[in-house]
């Protein structure tokens, strides 16, 4: 009996894996807090690839007589990938060579990757998949409370608010476990408010459900603030003790009064004043969003518009209330803390910051001159892949970008114009299919390793089972592939002696793991960053006496509303969104896999009154156009989603090939979540 946590999303539910035979089953383990025992139909079923016939167990390599895929030892891979890579970092430099990680890697194999491309490939041209899930969140957290961790309380504390305002969340069917705090918060009289465009199962327990126009978040949290300031709700002691910036909030808010949100968002002025009246006069608010509120070119804008909600309140800081992020992937949270993102150093450090560098660069051994600087975000390093100037090789660890890239057929295009692309992973996934060379390794059964979930809870998955034979683990690939490159700094493969030195890389900085053990973890449930030192508890709860800006105080950011980058027009005359399902995670290389999931395909959601207008009927196909592609697939009349919007689930290939590349401009952001489109039957 081993036990560790699921493989995906960022709850990480605890899990026992016990091994029956050939069999390995999950079982519930109901002494983990955060879910009690419960799991979703993904985490009963997460040992569904064990076995699959189509898991990689050999290295392959593109044959250049055949075109096609070959199998290949590790020798013969490994040194193909090292000696083709140093050849175009002779030829075009050291940023010649891209490396792409994922939200779902451990703490461990991101810190080792972040290394890998700093100091064994000198590269710059570093980022991940998580770029794509919780960057605006992360931006307005920095910038208005001097830190970004997903929720700065445990989870359970949503059960003590009064009142719940979900913003593009669809708790109850991304993460099941996580609604029953929901439901008990109702039970003792409060209230749960969901703010999206379709009526999805957390919308239908909600108390009240505003559907705005897809990308319209942003002015409804103006127009909210503007009738709390009218309302007297302000909390003026708490905002003249704690923050800063409110004056110039107030200003920017005067002119968003309800008729004009109404106008703008398609909300109500009813709706807007009932949840102005519900969040004006509760003990306890708290403000939760996801993806739906982040994935736009303004993402950040609408982060820190509900922030300013939450501070106005006088919550942020307060028991059982508070804003907090939803974030999505397994290890979106620990992924970006440590390395892998293009702009930051282990322990959350800037790579701009020289005491950063340095503190960094004794760790690895090495001179803090020789670290890269920043390189390209996610999107933006896909796009310059093969293009004069940018990477000429990339490297992939656990991502299958060419289905969760936003214009996905631009950038199938720009991988395929690569001189080298090499992909690890477990199944040949699209992504894979593509490369040059395919290196098999360990999943998550297979392997020990550190994930950080969404409440900034650092927690253990363990080894439950010996992986199938020729599969490796990428801590070894990285050490593999560090010493045929002549590199000599540690490149540890067993992942408790990487995490020891990550312990070290991040000691001082804003994700300060320095206290956080293995044994303390397994002792603890979990231990929550910060924790600098191995007697201190952890930090289950921020902001309670001071931010983690230069003078303490919050930081209101005054934002308007400039709306999406892509309108309906007579060619284009709806609104795209796309999202998850109940049965599927992310791009689907997984659980499309498993047999016990229900691999539907995609779907296009529409209303009757427009199914009525182009002719569609339920079930039978319709195709979607954007300026970027098209998808066919069926129908499915539903009344729950706005008359003016279309839905697509994102983990079959075709959704990204329809939506937009625009890009906040500062999380680097793709708009995901809304583009024009036109459909037919
Ligand atoms: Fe796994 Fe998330 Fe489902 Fe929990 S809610 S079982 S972590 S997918």
Known sequence: MTDTHCPYCSLQCGMTLQRRGPVLEVQARPAFPVNEGALCRKGWTAAGLRGHRERLTTPLVRDPATSELRAAGWDEALDLVAERVRALQDESGADAVAVFGGGGLTNEKAYLLGKLARVALGTSQVDYNGRWCMSS????????????????????????????????????????????????????????????????????????????????????????????????????????????????????????????????????????????RLVGRAERVMVLTARGAEQHSQGTATVLAWIDVALALGMVGKDGAGYGCLTGQGNGQGGREHGQKADQL???????????????????????????????????????????????ALLVHGSNPAVSAPRATHVTQRLAALDLLVVADIVLSETAALADVVLPVTEWAEETGTMTNLEGRVVLRERAVAPPEGVRSDLEVYAGLAARLGCTAAFPTDPEAAFEELRRASAGGRADYAGITYDRIRAEDGVFWPCPAEDHPGTPRLFAESFATADGRARFVAVDHVGAAEQPDDDYPLHLTTGRVLGQYQSGAQTRRVRDLPDTGPFVELHPMLAARVGARDGEPVVVTTRRGELKAPARVVGTIRPDTVFVPFHWVGANRLTNDALDPSSRMPEFKVCAAQVRA
Not at 253 to 275: C, D, K, N, Y
Not at 365 to 373: E, F, H, I, T
Request: no cysteine; proline share 9%.
């Open 346 to 392: 282990p322990g959350y450090r800037m790579i701009d910051d020289p005491a950063a560098r340095a503190h960094v660069a004794d760790v690895w051994g090495v001179d803090p001159d020789s670290l890269p600087g920043a390189g390209r975000s996610a999107y933006e390093l896909l796009d310059a892949l093969g293009t004069p100037g940018g990477p000429r």
């Open 137 to 276: 969140a992360a931006t307005a957290g920095n910038r208005a409370f001097g830190i970004d961790r997903g929720l700065p309380f445990p989870l359970a504390d949503v059960e003590r608010a009064d009142v719940v305002v979900l913003v593009g969340s669809n708790l109850a069917e991304t993460m099941p476990p996580a609604a029953r705090h929901l439901d008990r918060l109702r039970e003792r009289g409060g209230r749960v408010i969901v703010v999206d465009p379709r009526r999805t199962p957390t919308a239908e327990r909600a108390d009240l459900h505003l559907q705005p126009v897809p990308g319209t978040d942003l002015p409804v949290a103006l127009g909210l603030l503007h009738l709390l300031v009218a309302a007297g709700a302000v909390d003026d002691a708490y905002v003249a003790a704690r923050t800063t910036g409110w004056e110039e909030v107030r200003g920017a808010v005067i002119g968003w009064w309800p008729e004009r949100v109404e106008r703008v968002s398609g909300v109500p002025v009813a709706e807007l004043t009932e949840l102005a």
